[in-house]
């Protein structure tokens, strides 16, 4: 349930939250209201949507999607995909809000359940993910019926071809990702990478030298292109107290 919580005077100069936009950054003071002692809250775009926005025709399920992936590509939020659902968190919530009498989080184990598991599968894998991701690919078809018809046979899918400059690219990531080559592929296309293969790996030299990605927040290879990650300035860590 929401919760009366503290801003610090000094929030508005956080480098790493001006790097977001404005909606982004009101987004992000909004949930600071819905989390509980622990800085763990749901993190389904639906519902955060009623929450959040009551009173915004306008403000759409895909505009909060967007300004949320922005605050998890920032390190503001880290986002898990559990068994009981989308479950978000303040990274350094308890630095910032001094709570009395804090009461236990729910939500915090089932996020741990849901880190372990990733940690499982590839001790190389971010932990934080991609809400529209999440949001697009949790719901699946339900079976067929034992009446009904025959699936058909999946059809073959022919491997793409990947240019050189694209497989030094995904190379550059794979210690990180091991996912998403495809969308990488539709991506590089798409922003026209081929004609500034330079400019596209400097920018990821310098990403990889950021805080962002050494603290295992990097987003994915396809988002940071579509976004033309290449193009950000360094970001350089605040220090002191800063969120």
């Known amino acids: 349930m929401p919760r009366i919580r503290s801003i610090k005077p000094e929030m508005p100069h956080d480098e790493r939250l001006a790097k977001v936009s404005r909606e982004a950054r009101y987004t992000w003071v909004l949930c600071i209201t819905q989390a509980d002692d622990e800085g763990y809250f749901r993190g389904c775009p639906r519902t955060l949507l009623g929450n959040l926005y009551p009173?915004?025709?306008?403000?759409?399920?895909?505009?909060?999607?967007?300004?949320?992936?922005?605050?998890?590509?920032?390190?503001?939020?880290?986002?898990?995909?559990?068994?009981?659902?989308?479950?978000?968190?303040?990274?350094?919530?308890?630095?910032?809000?001094?709570?009395?009498?804090?009461?236990?989080?729910?939500?915090?184990?089932?996020?741990?359940?849901?880190?372990?598991?990733?940690?499982?599968?590839?001790?190389?894998?971010?932990?934080?993910?991609?809400?529209?991701?999440?949001t697009e690919s949790t719901h699946l078809l339900a079976d067929a019926s034992a009446n009904g018809p025959e699936p058909r046979p999946a059809k073959k899918r022919t491997a793409p071809d990947y240019p050189p400059e694209v497989l030094a690219f995904w190379q550059a990531y794979a210690s990180r990702r091991r996912r998403g080559k495809p969308d990488v592929l539709r991506q590089w296309k798409a922003q026209g990478c081929s004609a500034i293969v330079p400019e596209v790996m400097a920018g990821l030299e310098r990403y990889r030298a950021s805080d962002q990605w050494r603290d295992g927040f990097e987003v994915e290879p396809a988002r940071w292109l579509k976004r033309r990650g290449w193009e950000d300035e360094p970001v350089v860590s605040a220090g002191g107290d800063g969120w």
Do not use: N
């Not at 895909?62 to 009981?84: H, N, P, Y």
């Open 55 to 134: 009173h915004d025709e306008d403000v759409t399920e895909s505009k909060l999607v967007r300004w949320l992936d922005e605050l998890l590509g920032a390190g503001m939020l880290q986002c898990f995909d559990t068994a009981d659902g989308i479950i978000a968190l303040f990274p350094k919530w308890k630095k910032h809000q001094k709570i009395d009498h804090p009461s236990k989080s729910f939500l915090a184990a089932l996020s741990r359940d849901a880190r372990e598991t990733f940690a499982r599968h590839s001790r190389r894998e971010s932990r934080v993910l991609s809400l529209e991701s999440l």
